[in-house]
């Protein structure tokens, strides 16, 4: 059968990492689809020294390999959505199939990829784009198909998470450890979008449209970062039990779908609470199977490519296949997707981790209690520590049952009105998973 011919855009970390999989794998790659799976061009701004790319064509025009008229199917591994959108559109108008692993591009622009794909009978595969080497997309998408899906939860920037494990296991600085992140190749090119929950919004835009079959919405997902995390508050949510992870959660309710990453309680004895380091992870819920969980290595070189490898392989066992039978790009017919609402965070309900620092006066605790109660927020546990600072402030620290956002933030200006309560109430949003 004759080999698919493929070009690669970009060799950095992802394409060095796809590149030398492509190689080493060859035979193995051909016994699971029958057909080579040949690199006949690559363009690049430089060598990686980690490929060994022998006498296959070497060029800088991104452009000029997705019109090459030689190559059945571009691999994206720029980044970003500059150059890349355009690699990825010009390769789907000469008719070629693209893998890629830009999950910035997915979420905002894949819509209109899709459509673009559709109209010219090409597959674009992404498993790569949401926690690397994880098939996560395979696994929603085709291995969850027969369910209707309740809620999915993931840590799904390694960055982030191998920064909260540093801070909490090793008591490292925030900066120091970002740094390390950077150097493995882990961070983004600006690690803001790591450390802001950008990243991760762009996977969890990706991972809710395949869950629940609606559009790819990043513009309307919440976003909190880890920048705020303190010490003091990993301390005393260990001591209730609970691990503080970057979690990103999309959930359906009635009302419409919640979609939100930011710093989350979650119980320390789920699986998922001790995913460290690097690692990603990601929880489905369907209401045949139950909860699910998948994990793996969320970015790196190979862990990556082994993703990249596997849309290749996908596309070419396909490549006779009409393009209706072929799965969704996201998971439902493009013509069944639906149009439930993505709802604003103030709409969203989840529990909360409340810290107030207080004066020591009697009937603080009182006060707070009335304002919660006031408000129907029902109190889990309370937890009053003695004043550790020079201020004299006493931590009180709280976990509520479930309450919608708007209600709570109404508690805490309130709270932050007491004549007791002089610096910003701390606020965590808490998920059971259960
Ligand atoms: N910057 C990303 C992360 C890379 O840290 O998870 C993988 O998408």
């Keep these: ?32 689809c029958g057909r080579r799976i040949e690199v006949v061009q690559i363009a690049a701004r430089s060598i990686n020294p980690k490929c060994d790319t022998g006498s296959i064509e070497i060029i800088d025009d991104a452009l000029a390999l997705a019109r090459n008229p030689d190559i059945d199917l571009v691999v994206e591994l720029i980044g970003g959505d500059g150059i890349a959108k355009e690699v990825v559109l010009t390769a789907i108008e000469h008719g070629k199939h693209v893998v890629t692993a830009n999950k910035a591009l997915i979420a905002v622009h894949g819509n209109e990829i899709f459509a673009r794909a559709s109209e010219k009978g090409v597959s674009v595969g992404y498993e790569a784009a949401v926690a690397g080497g994880i098939p996560v997309i395979k696994a929603i998408r085709e291995g969850l198909a027969g369910n209707r899906i309740n809620w999915l939860a993931g840590i799904i920037n390694g960055t982030g998470n191998f920064i909260l494990t540093e801070m909490r296991e090793k008591g490292r600085a925030f900066d120091d450890v970002l740094k390390e992140a950077q150097a493995l190749g882990y961070a983004e090119a600006d690690p803001t979008f790591d450390v802001e929950g950008i990243d991760a919004a762009h996977k969890l835009t990706i991972l809710a449209s395949i869950a ?6 990043f513009d309307k997902a919440y976003t909190e970062g880890i920048t705020q995390l303190t010490t003091e508050d990993v301390n005393y949510a260990e001591a209730l039990g609970y691990r503080i992870k970057h979690l990103g959660v999309a959930r359906r309710t009635a009302e419409g779908i919640e979609l939100r990453v930011h710093p989350t309680l979650i119980p320390a004895a789920r699986l998922i609470a ?12 369907g209401d045949a199977v139950g909860s699910t969980l998948y994990y793996g290595a969320g970015a790196g070189m190979e ?6 490898v596997a ?12 393009s209706n039978q072929r799965v969704a790009p996201l998971a439902f017919q493009t013509d069944a997707l639906s149009d439930e609402p993505v709802l604003p965070i103030a709409q969203c309900e989840t529990a909360y981790y409340l810290r107030i620092q207080a004066k020591d006066h009697p009937g603080v605790l009182a006060q707070v209690a009335s304002i919660l109660s006031e408000r129907g927020i029902n109190i889990e546990s309370i937890m009053q520590k003695e004043a550790e600072g020079q201020d004299g402030l006493i931590p009180i620290i709280l976990l509520t049952h479930r309450v919608q956002e708007a209600r709570m933030l109404d508690a805490i200006a309130a709270l932050e009105a007491l004549e007791s309560v002089i610096t910003p109430v701390v606020r965590i949003r808490v998920e059971q998973l259960d």
Excluded: H
């Design 212 to 217: 629940f079959g609606i559009p790819l919405q």
């Design 303 to 308: 862990p990556t490519a082994s993703a990249v």
């Design 274 to 285: 001790n995913v460290n380091g690097v690692m990603n992870a990601v929880m489905v819920n």
């Design 1 to 32: 059968m004759k080999s698919v011919k493929v070009g690669i855009c970009g060799l950095g970390t992802v394409g060095g990492g796809t590149f030398n999989v492509l190689q080493r794998n060859a035979d193995e790659i051909f016994r699971r």
């Design 311 to 322: 849309d290749l392989v996908d596309i070419a066992r396909t490549l006779e296949t009409a």
